[in-house]
């Protein structure tokens, strides 16, 4: 049968008082203590010594010495338990019977071994009060209505012995949960470092796109508008032709940033046309036609679906080769792309006869190496470099 609702409400309710004034108690331990020692002195110590058949009032003085250790006994564990050790060996050589105080001397036994420097001290705590134990019986044995001496020891010792293992119990209690803590700590330290590097390696590829768009976009931009204002006058159809090359270029940078500002605002996909890969290449290739670039796209092997990544990327190369020519190649006769369909592998290799190794020494800024980059995240295998007859050659290939 389910318990009623009533009562499941007020179960969960003392589990959340219990576990609140648990974790109050270990915030605070002095307060916590306190109040243990004022619950213990009143429910405890007073009324069982006020009772007492002997003095009421040195036994009460004992007890009520014993209790007020306890506020202390997780601050300074070993002082307390000193201090209670002394204060039974008083009680000893005064009294010849039990105080209700005495309770306090397996507390301070429990809180030596818990919360005390370490496992040898709690071990000599230990081990000195088993010996006040056995003191003890014998002590109280020399009244003729006790019991004997092994029965007062066993009990004792035995009580000694439990406090002590609830005590070792809490310490590696203890410890398990800061290890528990630190794990969680490291935990949550590396994720931050991994969250911080791929917020890094997303802005370098973010970098390396906007780069590629506006590089490419703007070179063609601004041969087409010194071709255009170099024949405005006498070549006016070619100049109308190149304005229009340029607002198409525009137009495509535009649709291209708007693609990765939609990244960048979690908006990919809602009515924007997918990133551009190897299909786009004739249109790319056109397009630096367009701007006066002699170049020509050759597909060599079967044709076949790329993963999004290589297909971007094999774009995105191109795209930027083509841009190197134009910023940096000055005049030339011939810009040959070639996309090679390998087995395991796509290759792209993009060449020109134009300066060469004087273009080399040109570029100043990141093209060269956002294309390394790009290679690199698909382990593939980049070269750029001068050929030995004249121009410059772009050769990556891409594990597929």
Not at 229 to 252: F, K, S
Request: glycine share 8%; charged share 20%.
């Amino acid at each position: 049968m389910h318990s009623p609702p009533s009562r499941c409400f007020a179960r969960r309710n003392l589990v959340g008082v219990v576990s609140r004034f648990a974790r109050w108690y270990d915030e605070r331990p002095v307060a916590g203590d306190a109040l243990l020692a004022a619950v213990l002195l009143l429910a405890f110590v007073l009324p069982s010594d006020l009772s007492s058949d002997a003095d009421p009032v040195v036994d009460l003085a004992f007890s009520v010495a014993l209790v007020a250790t306890l506020p202390f006994r997780r601050r300074a564990p070993v002082a307390v338990f000193v201090v209670v050790s002394v204060l039974c060996l008083a009680q000893l050589a005064a009294l010849d019977h039990i105080v209700a105080g005495n309770v306090v001397a397996l507390i301070a036994v429990y809180t030596v071994v818990a919360y005390g420097p370490g496992t040898p001290v709690g071990a000599l705590a230990t081990a000195c009060a088993v010996v006040g134990a056995v003191l003890v019986a014998v002590r109280w044995n020399e009244r003729g209505d006790t019991p004997s001496v092994v029965e007062i020891a066993a009990s004792t010792v035995a009580s000694t012995l439990l406090a002590a293992t609830l005590g070792a119990w809490r310490r590696s209690r203890r410890a398990e949960l800061a290890a528990l803590h630190e794990r969680n700590r490291l935990l949550a330290l590396e994720r931050d470092q991994q969250a911080a590097v791929g917020a890094a390696r997303e802005r370098a590829r973010i970098a390396r796109e906007l780069h590629d768009v506006v590089a490419h976009s703007l070179s063609v931009i601004v041969v087409q508008a010194d071709g255009a204002a170099a024949g405005a006058e006498q070549r006016p159809a070619q100049a109308a032709a190149a304005l229009r090359t340029i607002g198409d270029t525009g137009r495509d940078a535009l649709g291209q940033m708007r693609r990765l500002l939609g990244v960048l605002r979690a908006e990919q996909g809602q009515g924007l046309a997918p990133q551009p890969g190897t299909a786009q290449l004739d249109a790319l290739v056109d397009q630096v036609v367009r701007a006066g670039l002699p170049a020509r796209l050759s597909v060599e092997g079967p044709p076949r679906p790329l993963p999004a990544t290589v297909d971007l990327t094999v774009y995105r190369l191109t795209q930027e080769a083509l841009t190197n020519v134009l910023k940096h190649a000055g005049p030339v006769s011939r810009v040959e792309v070639v996309l090679r369909y390998q087995a395991d592998a796509v290759q792209l290799v993009l060449r020109d006869d134009g300066r060469g190794a004087q273009a080399a020494g040109d570029g100043r800024g990141h093209g060269l190496v956002g294309m390394r980059e790009r290679v690199d995240v698909h382990d593939g295998t980049f070269a750029a470099g001068p050929c030995q007859d004249g121009g410059f050659e772009v050769n990556a290939v891409l594990p597929t």
